[in-house]
């Protein structure tokens, strides 16, 4: 079963503007959430998880109960940010679901 | 500070042919996991390991086998390869606490012709 929605399997922004990559989840219970990030031709990296709260290269995510989502958000794209983003989450069976990624392009 | 190591890091393939991808991972983490990688697809489970001694099926689990060989190696075998099991493959382990993130190794490119 799909446990994580990631709708835009491309995004292009422009340099400066701002970029929101979605993320929708079912899940029973309390989810914990992470945005991981892929380089290119380089492996997955954790970008940033819900329970820390904390902002990483300008990105945020907020947890949203009731829409049950978890977009990932930065205000001002840079053209490193171009990459493939994932949302992730864990079920309680050990299992660790992955969406089927966003490649973002942020143009010059 | 290796983290989670996987060979070989490229890999050909003839229909038919079989191969181990191997993993290990420094961390003493007691879960494991192999996805593949597709464009389009993102990343699916093929198998996981919660702990030493123990293995299950994810979402593409045919066409595979694995093995927890001890708490640091977990490795995935295809006994007979096809085209379709092109891909780049990812091991990746994690803690055992809910929020814990999964560490990743740098992938194998492998092409089944």
């Known amino acids: 079963a799909q446990r994580v929605t990631q709708p835009e399997k491309l995004l292009s922004v422009f340099k400066g503007a701002p970029v929101e990559l979605k993320c929708n989840y079912s899940?029973?219970?309390?989810?914990?959430l992470f945005w991981y990030v892929q380089y290119s031709r380089q492996r997955l990296q954790l970008l940033l998880r819900h329970i820390s709260r904390e902002s990483i290269k300008g990105f945020t995510a907020d947890l949203n109960k009731g829409e049950t989502s978890f977009h990932l958000k930065k205000p001002f794209a840079q053209e490193e940010d171009s990459a493939m983003y994932y949302c992730a989450l864990p079920d309680t069976g050990n299992q660790f679901y992955f969406g089927t990624g966003t490649s973002l392009t942020v143009i010059p | 500070n290796a983290g989670v190591t996987q060979t070989p890091k490229f890999q050909v393939l003839k229909t038919g042919q079989s191969m181990t991808l191997q993993c290990a991972q420094d961390m003493n983490h007691n879960s494991m996991y192999w996805y593949r990688q597709d464009p389009g697809m993102g990343l699916r489970l093929i198998y996981y390991s919660a702990s030493e001694g123990t293995t299950d099926k994810g979402e593409v689990p045919n066409g595979y086998n694995v093995s927890r060989l001890n708490k640091r190696e977990f490795s995935l075998r295809l006994e007979s390869a096809a085209p379709s099991q092109t891909s780049v493959y990812f091991c990746?382990?994690?803690?055992?606490?809910?929020?814990?993130?999964?560490?990743f190794g740098q992938g194998t490119r492998l092409t089944v012709v």
């Open positions: 990746a382990s994690r803690g055992n606490q809910g929020a814990s993130e999964a560490f």
């Open positions: 899940y029973s219970g309390s989810p914990e």
